[in-house]
T-cell receptor
Framework: DAKTTQPPSMDCAEGRAANLPCNHS???????VYWYRQIHSQGPQYIIH???NNETNEMASLIITEDRKSSTLILPHATLRDTAVYYC????????????FGSGTQLTVLP | KAGVTQTPRYLIKTRGQQVTLSCSPI?????VSWYQQTPGQGLQFLFE???????NKGNFPGRFSGRQFSNSRSEMNVSTLELGDSALYLC??????????????FGPGTRLTVL
């Protein structure tokens, strides 16, 4: 699976949009970009995933560049409960799943 | 729909003992994966089971083993516990057939402390 690079930490003001970047320059054509988040010592929570088109759900939006080498997760109106470690993962859509987690980005939402 | 459940949530063992952790996947999910999370190594993949067969395996010693039952519930066993096995053990389930909609969902984890 391709490797991802994320900033180790970011701050965001409550109520503002949080934009979390991820680089995945070695992504291959059949690999998806997945985003999970983990609030301290809980299990990772699935947020969103995409292949090449931008995606939106009730939690967030995912913007993938045209060359697919980077993506941005957008939390439109961050709240204090969004403070967590956010993981960007690139993985195959094949049936055998093995998610390779990096260090992620610690997002702190400030009041 | 109920989420992934793991039991027990907390466990304290001593070196040399063995431990069994349990995971019940989301109803209808046939794939169960196990991960270990430690402060030093982060989240690492242990193995994946699908239809009672181990389909994928990470780079862990043979002391770590697992199995899956016909109802898709899974157990993970660690024998001859070492201090370094202290970790949060996470289970994730998915449909198991691949494709865009086949996403892994994680349970709350079992916190194992080895003394």
């Amino acid at each position: 699976d391709a490797k991802t690079t994320q900033p180790p930490s970011m701050d965001c003001a409550e109520g503002r949009a949080a934009n979390l970047p991820c680089n995945h320059s070695t992504i291959s054509g059949n690999e998806y970009v997945y985003w999970y988040r983990q609030i301290h010592s809980q299990g990772p929570q699935y947020i969103i995933h995409g292949l090449k088109n931008n995606e939106t759900n009730e939690m967030a939006s995912l913007i993938i560049t045209e060359d697919r080498k980077s993506s941005t997760l957008i939390l439109p109106h961050a709240t204090l409960r969004d403070t967590a470690v956010y993981y960007c993962i690139v993985g195959s859509s094949g049936s055998a799943r093995q998610l390779t987690f990096g260090s992620g980005t610690q997002l702190t939402v400030l009041p | 729909k109920a989420g992934v459940t793991q039991t027990p949530r907390y466990l304290i063992k001593t070196r040399g003992q063995q431990v069994t952790l349990s995971c019940s996947p989301i109803s209808g999910h046939r794939s169960v994966s196990w991960y270990q999370q430690t402060p030093g190594q982060g989240l690492q993949f242990l193995f994946e089971y699908f239809s009672e067969t181990q389909r994928n395996k990470g780079n862990f010693p043979g002391r770590f083993s697992g199995r899956q039952f016909s109802n898709s519930r899974s157990e993970m066993n660690v024998s001859t516990l070492e201090l370094g096995d202290s970790a949060l053990y996470l289970c994730a389930s998915s449909l198991g057939f691949g494709g865009a909609a086949d996403t892994q969902y994680f349970g709350p984890g079992t916190r194992l402390t080895v003394l």
